[in-house]
């Protein structure tokens, strides 16, 4: 180890986290057990290691992990492993068939997970690094079309409506950009299996039902391991925030394999498994011609920022506590909206009377890891476009890879625009407007302090 102690380690490790059956399930606002597995949770580790540096890159299937649950597990790893807290890079693919960890649903079962899960991915630490071998990087980019839409769509009447029903005839067009780029970080090692990054950005919400299963990122690792030979791969999911699987204006052959869900969202597993092979091919269109660099650092930073909370108006309240209370005794029927709209006012009003009495701010934990000149940022929780492409074009970085759901999972951050017409994202958003703005500088100046 001596002789190579400036040379790039890489180690790889998975393990499994699937719940036991009556776990309830986040995603949606309502209540949903575990009550079947179409495909296994994963916790996907890799470990990376330059000299004296080591940093763990774990990737969870999960809906999200808030900073209240990822603390104790980053300590437990650090505990464990040696490896800093600041250096722990955890990321949940974002998927809405996995456990929900807040809220007592059924009595011990939401604690006996995390438990399960705090034990599971300090075993996964573990295994990677054990694992380390030599290895060199290469990087390349992809593309994955046609999979992924902004969700956000102007109506004629000027409003923003999240998820608008196919073929609406109110719908203008879409708020925002989507990016269709599928990053690879090819790790091949001098013995064992070699190690794919993959990184894309889009909600992993093509599922729906009561059923556990990694969605899509699942079907993307899972074909990748089958196409090519002795390969493993751990997958990182983007900006994600306002960007999903639904096409309002398809085209032919498009709904195959989709069928219209409870809240007017579009869902299927036959079109999980088109996403994850779509992602999974833009990944092979550039495997073979990464471009390898020299990894002479590896680097991790973590910044503490606060921003205020998104507290309501005393008036707001009545109408807030109503919602609520009629969602809570299963009478949505009496509330005056349907589908994406329902839980649009669902959300709000949780988020009211969530927030009645403080906190007047939140710390919100933003995290990067370099790998020589390539960099991924954490941000807890569920970036728009906006904040992705900032950071993409971070100057002096020839590929950033911003993260979703990152050591923490504290809700959405959409940009300052977002907030002038409101959609579920700003309507259930527990910061004011700014923090889309303040997570874009705060990553900035991490990359800024790393080169």
Not at 127 to 142: E, N, Q, T, Y
Not at 177 to 201: C, K, W
Not at 332 to 355: F, H, N, Q
Not at 361 to 380: E, T
Request: charged residues 20%; proline residues 7%; hydrophobic residues 40%.
């Amino acid at each position: 180890m001596s002789e190579n102690k400036n040379r790039l380690y890489a180690g790889f490790s998975r393990v499994n986290i699937t719940p036991a059956m009556g776990t309830p399930l986040g995603g949606y606002y309502k209540v949903r057990l575990a009550d079947g597995v179409t495909d296994e949770l994963e916790a996907n580790a890799l470990a990376l290691s330059h000299g004296e540096t080591r940093v763990l890159l774990i990737s969870v299937d999960h809906l999200g992990l808030k900073q209240v649950y990822q603390d104790p597990i980053r300590r437990f790893i650090a505990e464990r492993t040696g490896v800093p807290e600041d250096s722990i890079f955890i990321a949940c693919t974002h998927t809405h068939t996995a456990p929900k960890l807040e809220g007592e649903i059924v009595p011990n079962a939401q604690e006996t997970y995390f438990q399960f899960l705090k034990s599971r991915l300090a075993d996964a630490a573990a295994f990677a690094l054990a694992d380390l071998k030599p290895a060199r990087m290469g990087w390349a980019v992809g593309q994955a079309p046609g999979i992924a839409f902004i969700r956000r769509f102007l109506m004629k009447d000027g409003t923003v409506c999240t998820n608008p029903r196919p073929e609406n005839p109110d719908i203008v067009g879409p708020v925002g950009q989507v990016d269709e780029s599928v990053s690879l970080l090819r790790f091949v090692r001098e013995e064992g299996p070699e190690i794919l990054l993959v990184h894309f950005g889009c909600h992993p919400d093509t599922v729906g039902g009561n059923r556990v299963s990694a969605d899509w990122p699942g079907f993307t690792r899972r074909i990748l391991e089958r196409s090519l030979d002795n390969v493993r791969c751990v997958f990182f999911n983007g900006v994600q925030g306002d960007i999903n699987h639904l096409n309002p204006f398809h085209g032919p052959g498009y709904l195959n394999g989709l069928t219209m869900d409870f809240d007017d969202v579009l869902r299927g597993y036959e079109h999980t498994e088109h996403m994850g092979r779509t992602v999974a091919g833009a990944v092979m269109q550039v495997y073979a011609k990464v471009n390898y660099v020299e990894v002479d650092s590896i680097r991790a930073m973590q910044r503490v920022i606060r921003h205020p909370s998104n507290r309501p108006l005393p008036e707001e309240l009545p109408q807030a506590r109503l919602y609520n209370q009629l969602h809570q005794e299963h009478r949505d029927s009496e509330i005056p909206y349907e589908g994406m709209m329902l839980t649009t006012v669902v959300a709000e009003a949780e988020r009211m009377l969530e927030l009645e009495h403080g906190p007047d701010d939140f710390a919100l934990r933003v995290s990067a890891v370099s790998v020589g000149d390539i960099a991924l940022v954490g941000i807890p929780g569920e970036p728009f476009s906006d904040i992705g492409r900032d950071l993409k074009e971070a100057p002096g970085w020839p590929l950033v890879l911003p993260c979703c759901c990152t050591n923490g999972y504290e809700g959405y951050f959409p940009p300052m625009n977002a907030y002038e017409n409101g959609s579920y994202e700003t309507r259930s958003s527990i910061f004011r407007s700014g923090v889309a703005e303040a997570i874009s500088g705060a990553g900035l100046e991490l990359l800024e302090t790393m080169k």
